[in-house]
């Protein structure tokens, strides 16, 4: 890991990926649903008071009457300010209208967070990338379904598309 940019508030959004009671409740790794979700609650206030934008994102399964229990944001995750994206693909952006409402806001960078590090946190930040934004990766607010996964992201991935840290080294200029 490295140290984490400072960042601009302005033009900067949080974007926490999955955070409902169903999948933090997973068997996950190297640290479980709950740890992710107490630092991505943490990196959350930082934004928050910082005047920076929070997107919470969850997923729907497509062309179903009714969804799973749990699929909501975990209660109290979401406040006043914050933008929330329903997606119904691995990543964020396909079909959501994320980056034309984050380019509405003028945001250049996300700081990523969320479960699963290898597939919907991955999934957004390839093509965050793809679009031209800035990625700082919050490590400790990340969890998968195991370790080597995580890992692999974190450790491989990540490091190719942005900086990866720790959600207590994010500060604002």
Do not use: C, W
């Amino acid at each position: 890991m490295t140290a984490a940019p400072v960042l601009d508030p302005q033009r900067t959004a949080l974007l926490l990926v999955d955070l409902m009671d169903r999948v933090v409740a997973l068997p996950l790794e190297p640290r479980d649903g709950t740890e992710a979700l107490a630092a991505a609650q943490e990196l959350a206030t930082a934004f928050r008071r910082a005047g920076a934008l929070v997107v919470l994102v969850r997923v729907e399964r497509p062309a179903v009457a009714e969804q799973p229990p749990g699929s909501g944001l975990v209660a109290g995750l979401r406040r006043d300010g914050d933008l929330e994206v329903v997606k119904r693909t691995l990543g964020a952006f396909q079909g959501t209208g994320l980056d034309e409402r984050l380019r509405e806001r003028g945001v250049t960078t996300l700081v990523l967070g969320g479960i699963a590090t290898n597939l919907g946190v991955e999934s957004t930040a390839r093509a965050a990338a793809d679009l031209g934004y800035d990625l700082v990766f919050a490590e400790d607010t990340m969890a998968a379904f195991t370790a080597a996964e995580h890992e692999a992201s974190v450790r491989l991935d990540f490091p190719r598309l942005g900086t990866v840290t720790r959600s207590t080294d994010i500060g604002f200029a």
